[in-house]
């Protein structure tokens, strides 16, 4: 055998590779010339379609966290802060737990990813996180279910963010690691459809316990358990075969940042991103109490409403994404795409400001599916185009993330000084909100390198 042949040898497996393809030892980014060799102590990228059982167990296991962690966020943590400090002081001190909570995930998510990236476990790199990130997560909900005091809440959200995105972090990294490229849109898109059922299905789950604190928050934890495990269980995670080198400080540090001068249509994109997540979450926050405070619904009435306005947004988004994606591919044009649907999103914020009824705030619901859905059909084609490096696409989306993670941190705060404690000011909340968003349609046009 030559020694061309040789250097080509898959190492974990010891197979010659098809001399019409490249060799299971090359990382491709899907760009020509970027190919390159993948380091010693790595893992050969995926060559191999993933299977129906891995695809339903990825599914399932999204759905589940998603259930365990967004239920506190949209109406489990109100309901048990109202219950707490009474309803005077309840959007100050849910701004406070939440802001918190979203600083710990912004954080944490890159973080945990380097380390889940590092991990010798016997078991894989990632099993030790799905599982371990989503027992932390269901204990510390457990603490804020059993909670009587707001630093009590405050530290047991921190901490259920901190393990919850441990584990979220080692899930994201499997499509990399089990996915090859052919399959990759098909398997994030699902992923994506999966997060926003796991809202309404976490909603619908809280419209069953309003008067059960206990069950109102483990339920979703054990759920989320349940799905983590499964997933763990039918996930071939392959050990290191060698220990990844020591880093420094300053590669730690680069984990978190992209120069935006040299990069400036990744900036402007992790902008509008940016911008688009705060103003949604101004809504989303505050929407429970919205609808307490001036549609004067009770506890239970608004969680109902909440679950039917989220239905109604998730059926929209859907089908509108997939649309929109099929459309834009023909097309080959991203950026109307993202400032259209990023404008219809501050409008229908704007038009919150006009809901007096339950009706009305479906139709709004409707009108910031579509625009979300457009959103997601879209805009991630966007951000790979724009990518500053292909050698780096994780770590870059790694960064790009922080502009999903920091608005949650960053709302609550916000909103709960907009809306100004008793005085309840949920017009200047909206009208900031949309003002916000539409900024983040702004932002986009800048960006050259994508049509």
Partial sequence: MSPEVQHHLNPLTDETPSSTELPASIVTSGIPGHERPVPPYAIDPPTKSVTPKFVAAFAFAQLALFIALLGPVTISMAIKVTAVVGDAQATTAQGLILGVGA???????????????????RWGRR????????????????????????????IGWFLAQLAANACFAAYLATIADQVPPRQTAKISALGGVMQNVGV?????????????????????????????????????????????????VRAWLDTFWLSP????????????RFLL????????????????????????????????????????????GQLAGIVSDR????????????????????????????????????????????????????????????????????????????PQSLAPFLGALLIGGAAKNYDLLYISAAALTFLGALAIIPVKKVK
């Fill in 277 to 320: 997540i705060l103003g949604s979450f101004l809504f989303s926050t505050f929407r429970f109490f919205w609808m307490k405070d001036h549609l004067g619904l009770s506890d239970a009435e608004a969680a109902g409403v909440v679950f039917k306005g989220v239905l109604i947004y998730t059926v929209v988004l859907v089908v509108v």
């Fill in 127 to 154: 099993r030790p996180w799905l599982v371990g990130g989503s027992l932390g997560l269901a204990a510390f909900l457990f603490v804020i279910a059993v909670g009587t005091n707001v630093p009590t809440l405050l």
């Fill in 103 to 121: 600083l710990a995930a912004l954080l944490a998510n890159p973080f945990f990813g380097r380390l889940s990236d590092r991990t010798m476990s």
């Fill in 331 to 406: 097309l080959a044009r991203r950026k109307v795409f993202v400032f259209a649907s990023t404008a219809l999103f501050a409008l229908g914020l704007i038009l919150l400001t006009q809901v007096n009824g339950v009706s009305g705030f479906y139709v709004v619901e409707a009108i910031l599916g579509a625009a979300y859905g457009i959103y997601m059909g879209v805009d991630l084609a966007l951000v790979i185009g724009v990518l500053p490096n292909p050698d780096d696409s994780a770590k870059d989306l790694g960064v790009f993330n922080i502009a999903n993670a920091a």
């Fill in 261 to 272: 001068r040299r990069y400036p249509d990744f900036a402007w994109a992790w902008i509008s």
């Fill in 200 to 248: 309404l299905a976490a909603i619908w789950i809280a419209t069953m316990f309003t008067s059960q604190m206990i069950a109102l928050f483990m339920v979703p934890a054990a759920i989320g358990v349940v799905g983590m495990v499964v997933y763990a269980l039918v996930l071939p995670d392959k050990q290191l075969p060698q220990r990844p080198p020591s880093m420094t």
